[in-house]
DNA sequence: ACCTGAACACCGTTCAAGT
DNA sequence: ACCTGAACACCGTTCAAGT
């Protein structure tokens, strides 16, 4: 039964593991220990794949950073050609992830880890890489003024998360008035960045 | 030398003293043991102002709201007559707020808090009430459209909080990149905002 | 009322061993 | 290489006492 951590897969079971964790209790319920008891696995197991339990939730930050992105991704090739509809797609998707992934999104953004800053990993940097690009196109076809994209990006980026962390609403997922005031923000930023 | 917590006061001492642990090594760094030592009172004196950890952050958190609440409206009454400095001062305010009560900020806003969302605190409430306020002001001078005053205030707060969390600049205080910035996020509201 | 010391059930982390 | 058990220095919280 153990015998199936002996090939090398301890490592992401663990933080498959952490991230279930996280989403029933929250990440200060986090904890090696019980990580290891739940995967039947001895206290000290964790130790060999991770130096310390910081680096277990920078392993699970990466993970969730690289889920975001592929998100966004996603949200923004699935909108079609309307520009306004893959704008609107693209924050849709920050608000869904948040939602749909508590945990990943509690240890990307929360206090618990030490390392913070989206411009540090990879991945977010895709992440807003997306943000930039959908600024570009904007401009390109004369919706959006023309000014530095990544200035401009960071304005969609900090909108978006303040509305994420804020939950003004607890649903934007469903249609209804989270929807609504998402379209209304939506709306605000487009108006804001334009000719 | 312990007999001065013997008159009341200790409840207060506890908050102050958590803050400043918070100050210097961040929410997860709180300790009431470490508090108690520090203040030089025994490890179970806390649980005579506080049933658990959790309600002293809540108290900490309450100040926090307070504090934050009275940056906002000094901002605004300290900013004149003219409504764009009226409103770029309540959102340097929201920044250098971030900046310079971060112990405040990380309770108020992180996720160690189970009872989070700044409408269920009165502080929290009076803070939006600036913001609010804010945005009746600019409707009736006839800079914002018309509209739902809460729906514009919450883009409001969500772009600054937004900001604040992510720290895409280092430093919102000073001359320099990060109000270059800030104005440029105000402008883009405004105009976004604007009839 | 307010404070104390001892105690319990937890943590993260280390280390000497085991296979 | 990967895993284990015992151990150490910490936590939050409770409880029977002390003044």
Redesign the pocket.
């Known amino acids: 039964v153990?015998e199936k951590?002996?090939h090398?897969n301890?490592r992401a079971v663990l933080i498959e593991e952490g991230v279930k964790l996280v989403e029933e209790r929250g990440v200060n319920a986090?904890?090696?220990?019980?990580i290891g008891d739940r995967i039947g696995?001895?206290?000290?197991?964790p130790?060999?794949h991770f130096?310390?339990?910081?680096d277990l939730l920078a392993a699970i930050r990466e993970a969730g950073f690289s889920a975001f992105a592929d998100s966004l991704e996603a949200a923004r090739d699935a909108a079609g050609a309307d520009f306004t509809a893959r704008f609107e797609a693209v924050g849709l998707a920050y608000l869904r992830f948040s939602e749909e992934h508590r945990a990943y999104f509690e240890v990307m953004f929360g206090a618990g880890c030490v390392r913070n800053g989206t411009a540090e990993d990879p991945a977010g940097r895709r992440a807003f890489e997306v943000l930039k690009g959908l600024i570009r196109e904007g401009q390109a076809m004369g919706a959006f003024r023309a000014g530095d994209p990544n200035m401009m990006a960071r304005v969609v980026w900090a909108m978006s998360h303040g509305i994420a962390v804020l939950r003004f609403e607890t649903d934007y997922s469903a249609e209804g008035a989270g929807t609504r005031f998402l379209q209304f923000a939506a709306r605000i930023l487009r108006e804001g960045l334009g000719v």
């Open positions: 153990a951590y002996h090398g301890l986090l904890t090696l220990r019980e696995v001895s206290r000290t197991a130790y060999r130096g310390e339990k910081a």
